[in-house]
């Protein structure tokens, strides 16, 4: 059975062992490695120290891998072979459409309507090949306000003036810490906003609980993890009769070791799954989490106690954007 991926990042979504394999093929003369630690594109010659570069993968590094990247994924000269990719992916994974959180404006030397429009004449491409995508515009819970303020009323600007932009944008992410600032803080961007809010909540951090009330209060449709849900069943409860769906990324959580042991998220996993709230299983931010995709994901569920895959897969399609 195929699903649809609603909580995947779009800078993570491919391995870099992929991206690698293209730019060593067809851009290795265009190429420079930038103090060692930035990969961008060009107009000079330059030598790649290929073995340096495939070491530093090797090292999965999050936040050294995120930069080293950055400038090729977000580059225009990139922008169609990245979608071949992705498409390549989908395919292998055997899913249908996906959602990507990305924070819009990041291409250098475009505006976010420039870069928008980039999105919109490569989705003929996935449509040719059966496939559909939408993004969510996302910010981050520690931006100041002097960032993330006029990011959201230009996006807002865009999405009432251009029908396009409505086709493609879904809904509005603030990602980040849940230990700097609640969710609460940005109620009035909830008010705001033309499209709806499909928040990173309840992952990790002191507000956690007070991040999902929120989202149950705002009526989200879907929390972008929500897993320390499991920790108060009044919120489960509420969830539960609010047909909220919770975005689960399991590798993710375990990885990046947002309880004190594996049987703890497990124990927390099983109480989501048994509980009879909407979920489905994503990967998250893959090409920082040692390459791993939604098979590997629905691997280690498989140690859950209460996992249903089948419902996993139709809450993905029934609470897809697509």
């Keep these: 059975m195929k699903q649809d991926l609603l909580h995947e990042h779009y800078s993570g979504f491919i391995p870099y062992p992929e991206i690698l394999k293209v730019l060593k093929k067809k851009y290795s003369k265009t190429l420079e490695f930038k103090e060692n630690r930035h990969l961008k594109f060009s107009e000079d010659s330059h030598t790649i120290d290929w073995n340096l570069i495939y070491e530093k993968v090797d090292e999965r590094n999050w936040n050294f891998l995120a930069a080293m990247f950055y400038h090729i994924i977000k ?4 922008f169609e072979e990245y979608h071949l990719l ?3 992916q989908l395919k292998k994974q055997k899913v249908r459409n996906i959602e990507f959180r990305i924070r819009l404006g990041s291409f250098r030397g475009i505006s976010i309507e420039e870069e928008l429009k980039m999105f919109y ?4 491409l996935y449509i040719e090949k059966g496939h559909q995508f939408k993004l969510i515009a996302q910010a981050c819970k520690t931006d100041p306000k002097e960032r993330y303020i006029p990011y959201f009323e230009e996006i807002n600007k865009l999405y009432k003036k251009h029908s396009f932009v409505r086709e493609l944008i879904c809904g509005f992410d603030l990602a980040c810490s849940e230990d700097v600032r609640g969710l609460k803080q940005f109620d009035f ?3 705001k906003m033309l499209m709806p809010p499909i928040f990173h909540a309840g992952e990790h951090g002191k507000f956690v609980e007070s991040n999902i009330q929120f989202c149950i209060a705002s009526k989200c449709k879907r929390i972008g993890h929500g897993i320390y849900a499991a920790k108060y069943p009044k919120l489960l409860q509420e969830l539960k009769e609010n047909n909220i769906c919770l975005e689960l990324c399991p ?3 375990l990885l990046l070791a947002i309880t004190k ?3 703890e998220l497990i124990e927390m996993y099983s109480i989501i799954f048994m509980s009879g709230i909407p979920y489905c299983i994503n990967s998250d931010d893959p090409n920082k989490l040692q390459d791993t995709d ?4 629905y691997e280690w569920c498989k140690k859950v106690p209460g996992f249903n895959k089948k419902f996993s897969q139709q809450c993905s399609i029934m609470y897809s954007c697509s």
Excluded at 294 to 297: L, M, Q, S, V
């Design 86 to 88: 992705i498409l390549k």
């Design 189 to 191: 961007l909830v008010k």
């Design 121 to 124: 004449d490569i989705l003929p």
């Design 261 to 263: 042991t594996e049987e």
């Design 251 to 253: 590798i993710s959580n």
């Design 75 to 78: 580059s225009k000269k990139f």
């Design 294 to 297: 939604i098979d590997d994901n």
